[in-house]
């Protein structure tokens, strides 16, 4: 698939999904359509399990749809069906933090784990990690990550960003 086929499938999505009056039923089925326009899609929908899989999963997530459902909300649920094909060209962005109120209140932002440390100690105790460590200090667009080991598993924990509607969270990688 095309860079500017990409382009336009995710400007699409953002902006059906930080429109003033979100209807996710309507943008789940609208990028439901585009992606299945996709070479990805066409490519692993010949599998009818694959494609079975993609419509299941739009009929369940449109079904969980309700009028209250946020922009945030309805952003997880397009990701979510995205993520049925494997396509590792493909991302769904949202820009702006215009809902930040609605992401905040979402039953996803609630159950992210939080850190309880001291995040300016771990911060200083990651940054004695050699390169080759998976523990250490990670930079992305404006947000710097810490990862930690936990037993049988690594921690992904938010140190600093310049996202204002982010509190330091932990999610959980495997």
């Known amino acids: 698939m095309s860079a500017k086929k990409i382009s336009l499938l995710v400007i699409f999505a953002s902006a059906y999904m930080y429109a ?3 209807d996710c039923e ?4 609208e990028f439901a359509l585009k992606y299945q326009q996709t070479i990805s899609y066409k490519q692993q929908a010949k599998d009818k399990k694959v494609e079975a899989a993609y419509l299941n999963k739009l009929d369940k ?3 969980e749809v309700k009028e209250s459902t946020t922009h945030w909300e309805c952003f997880i649920k397009i990701t ?3 993520d049925v094909i494997r396509d590792e060209h493909s991302r769904v962005r949202g820009t702006g933090i215009s809902d930040t109120i609605n992401i905040k209140n979402s039953k996803f932002f609630k159950n992210l784990p939080r850190y309880k440390g001291d995040l300016n100690l771990l911060l200083s105790e990651l940054s004695k990690k050699s390169f080759q460590d998976v523990e250490g200090i990670y930079y992305s667009e404006g947000s710097t990550f810490g990862v930690v080991k936990d037993q049988d ?3 992904g924990i938010l140190l600093k960003t310049q996202m204002d509607h982010w509190n330091q969270v932990c999610n959980f990688l495997n």
Do not use: G, R
Request: aromatic share 6%.
């Open 20 to 22: 003033q009056n979100c």
């Open 26 to 29: 309507k943008s789940l089925n």
């Open 61 to 63: 997530l449109v079904s």
């Open 80 to 82: 979510d069906l995205k």
């Open 153 to 155: 598993k690594y921690l």
